[in-house]
Each structure stands twice: as structure tokens, then as C-alpha cells.
């Protein structure tokens, strides 16, 4: 994945004291026994993960690119599982290892098309077949404020609804169809639009989604393979 898409030096330095919001509907986990194979893709400090065992799961890992969210999630939940993403957006796991996936607040991080479809491809990869992957991200938001820092940098990154913070990140807002268009290989099965606050503390619609990974989906190797008798 593109070093845009990354931000290293953000997420370890001004990013690691940021509060995230968005909020979990448990209710879309109902069907999940407690034991359920969870990853919280992009867990930051582990706000979600931690409310995850609250719940009475019993088998859940957070995963981050940044060192420093990392080791502030394993402080505050020393008990759990976190798991440090050398190489975004790949983990060192097998394919088909978890029940469900929670996407909070990432895609928000990654500006670029390409960046948000190789992750989605990674985490098709690591779902089994019918596992559920569940989306939370930030709409385009209509008010006057957002809308000039969308044209204001639209010429730059290529993309309406990608925008630099005044504290140095580059975060990008979703029109609901592009999140849905992402979704390759899942069905969807719920939505919803909610609110919540920024990482910056700004009120914002955002959109949930809930999606099941086709059953016959291909792994990615399979995908990639050429027919019988090609050359």
C-alpha cells in the first residue's frame, strides 16, 4: 500500500492521542457465539476491542499499523491481543481465519481507490465463507466547512472527499455508494447512518454496513491462476 495511505509518522506521533467514536451495534453480532474468531482491523487503541470482550467474546485480536496505538492498546488491555501490521494491509495469517471483521474508521485513513481495494481483497482473504465483515466509515458530509475542503484539494489527491487535517493527516469522506461498491465478493445484508464525532471531535454522518462473504467467493491465489490448458 501506498506510504499515502500509511501515514506513519502521523499515527505515531499526533494520531496516537486521538479519541475515535464511532459506535458498535451489537445487534449485528447477535448470531455469534462467544467464541466467534474476531479481528478489529485497523483497532487503533483497542477502544473496540475492548468492548468486545466486555461482551463476553472470548476470541479476539486488534490489529494497527502504528507502533505507538499498539503498545497504548496493550497497556490498557494487557489481557488481549494485539498484533502490529508490518506490511499494510497484509497479516501473517491464513486465509479463512476469523468469523467477522470490524472496519472502524479505516477507509478514512486510506485516501487512495486502490489502497481501499487491496484491503478489502486482504480482508476477503482472512474471512471464511458466510463470515461477516462490518463497516463503519464517514460519509461525505454536506456542510459548508467540509464541502470547501473537498474542492479545495480535490485537484491535489484525484479524489472528491480527500482532505488535509490542520494537524497534518490526509483523511478522505465516502459517498455511501463507493463503500457499498467495495464490498466484492460479500452480500450485503444491513445498512445504517448514524453520527458521530471525528478523531478531531467535529459531529459527522457516517455511514454502517454489514456484509457476508459469498460462500463460492475465490481466495485471491485462486483468482490470479490462469484456466486449465492455459499458456
Known amino acids: 500500500m501506498a506510504s499515502l495511505d500509511q501515514q506513519n509518522e502521523y499515527w505515531n506521533s499526533t494520531g496516537t492521542g486521538k479519541t475515535f467514536t464511532h459506535p458498535l451495534d451489537t445487534t449485528w453480532l447477535s448470531s455469534l457465539k462467544p467464541n466467534a474468531r474476531i479481528l478489529d482491523y485497523g483497532c487503533g487503541y483497542g477502544r473496540l476491542t475492548g468492548e468486545l470482550q466486555r461482551r463476553g467474546f472470548t476470541s479476539i485480536e486488534g490489529a494497527d499499523l502504528s507502533p505507538a496505538l499498539i503498545a497504548r492498546a496493550r497497556r490498557q488491555w494487557p489481557a488481549l491481543r494485539f498484533t502490529l501490521i508490518d506490511a499494510p494491509p497484509t497479516l501473517p495469517h491464513p486465509d479463512e481465519s476469523y468469523d467477522v471483521i470490524l472496519l472502524f474508521a479505516v477507509?478514512?485513513?486510506?485516501?487512495?481507490?486502490?489502497?481501499?481495494?487491496?484491503?478489502?481483497?486482504?480482508?476477503?482473504?482472512?474471512?471464511?465463507?458466510?463470515?461477516?465483515?462490518?463497516?463503519?466509515?464517514?460519509?461525505?458530509?454536506?456542510?459548508?466547512?467540509?464541502?470547501?475542503?473537498?474542492?479545495?484539494?480535490?485537484?491535489?489527491?484525484?479524489?472528491?472527499?480527500?482532505?488535509?487535517?490542520?494537524?497534518?493527516?490526509?483523511?478522505?469522506?465516502?459517498?455511501?455508494?463507493?463503500?457499498?461498491?467495495?464490498?466484492?465478493?460479500?452480500?450485503?445484508?444491513?445498512?445504517?447512518?448514524?453520527?458521530?464525532?471525528?478523531?478531531?471531535?467535529?459531529?459527522?454522518?457516517?455511514?454502517?454496513?454489514?456484509?457476508?462473504?459469498?460462500?463460492?467467493?475465490?481466495?485471491?491465489?485462486?483468482?490470479?491462476?490462469?484456466?486449465?490448458?492455459?499458456?
Not at 463507493?178 to 464525532?197: P, S
Open 107 to 231: 477507509l478514512t485513513c486510506i485516501p487512495t481507490d486502490n489502497g481501499q481495494r487491496e484491503l478489502l481483497t486482504e480482508l476477503r482473504r482472512l474471512l471464511r465463507p458466510g463470515a461477516l465483515l462490518y463497516l463503519s466509515d464517514i460519509c461525505l458530509q454536506p456542510d459548508e466547512r467540509n464541502r470547501a475542503r473537498y474542492e479545495a484539494h480535490a485537484a491535489t489527491y484525484g479524489v472528491y472527499g480527500v482532505f488535509e487535517t490542520s494537524d497534518g493527516a490526509i483523511c478522505r469522506h465516502h459517498d455511501p455508494a463507493w463503500l457499498r461498491g467495495l464490498l466484492t465478493g460479500f452480500d450485503q445484508i444491513a445498512e445504517r447512518q448514524t453520527t458521530a464525532k471525528t478523531m478531531n471531535g467535529n459531529p459527522a454522518q457516517i455511514t454502517q454496513l454489514l456484509a457476508q462473504k459469498i460462500p463460492a467467493w475465490p481466495h485471491r491465489s485462486e483468482a490470479h491462476s490462469p484456466p486449465s490448458g492455459s499458456s
